[in-house]
């Protein structure tokens, strides 16, 4: 690892690199089975965009920047919930899907989670340093 | 976000304050300065008047509003 990527990355930045782990969920178990729930590691990369955060002392602005991006982060799971929502009517009227794998299930709900966990931070990084 | 125009550098420089300075006065980071000076961030009342009172001058004076 270069010299100039340790200095750039702060200690809690590094936790990010765990984001790598995300990749076992292309991988299989020994039984032959996917194992999606490892997607939820991905999440970790959101500390790349709010590492620097923990050197400094949060102020007014970062409080806002915080409270601005939860509630982005509230719309995208109220999207996602209307997403849902919108799933369980068609089903019933045109779709007729009856049996919906539980690895199904576990792939949609690590991506979600490891998404609005990395979007919250990345909006935070947004609405501090961007906009 | 209201508009107004924000004369905060012109006060600061008065004074020989660095952005990093002022920020360390009022308690804020010093992209908050930055912000502030280009307009970019409404400030709460309280951080208006440390500002105020660190850069010795009115809060009128210092932010404008439309």
């Not at chain 1, 991905?42 to 915080?66: A, K």
Request: proline share 2%; net charge positive.
């Amino acid at each position: 690892m270069g010299r100039r990527l340790r200095e750039a990355l702060s200690r809690a930045e590094w936790y990010g690199l765990l984001g790598f782990l995300g990749l076992l969920g292309f991988t299989k178990s020994y039984s032959g089975e996917p194992q999606y729930v490892f997607f939820s590691f991905f999440s970790f990369f959101s500390w790349f965009f709010v590492g620097y955060m923990q050197r400094e002392t949060p102020d007014e602005r970062l409080v806002q920047s915080h409270q601005r991006a939860d509630s982005s982060t509230l719309k995208f799971f109220s999207l996602v919930l209307a997403a849902l929502f919108a799933f369980v009517i068609l089903n019933d009227n045109a779709l007729h899907i009856r049996y919906v794998s539980m690895k199904a299930v576990e792939l949609i709900v690590s991506c979600v989670f490891a998404f609005s966990v990395f979007l919250r931070s990345f909006l935070v990084y947004y609405y501090d340093r961007v906009e | 976000m209201a508009a107004f125009k924000c004369n905060l550098r012109r006060y600061r420089q008065l004074l020989n304050l660095t952005q990093e300075e002022l920020a360390q006065k009022v308690n804020v980071r010093r992209e908050t300065i930055q912000r502030l000076e280009a307009g970019k961030y409404n400030p709460s009342l309280k951080l208006a008047i440390d500002i105020s009172r660190a850069v010795q001058a009115p809060i009128e004076a210092i932010f404008i509003f439309d």
